[in-house]
């Protein structure tokens, strides 16, 4: 039965090997987000409710596509909407 000694080198060596493969593989695979959302799923994504989401769209907030009676959402409008309500606030201490 042959022994064999792992040094401080050798785990070093292995760790830049991991994280180097690592790096590869989260810049190989980017995070891939689906371009049409459901109705439940915009729901979630939001934390509103189906209320809210229908008068979203009736008052031309969030513009939609209804296929067979399913309503899909383009997720870059949801981004769109997110963005061009976004409220810039400068930092105030103890004021």
Known sequence: MAVEVITREDLN???SLLLNDLKEII???PQQTKQWLKSNEVRKLLNISSGTLQNLRINGTLSYTKIG???YYDNSDIDKLLNGNKVNVLPTLFK
């Open 69 to 71: 009676g399913i309503m």
């Open 27 to 29: 810049q190989s695979k």
């Open 13 to 15: 060596e292995f760790r």
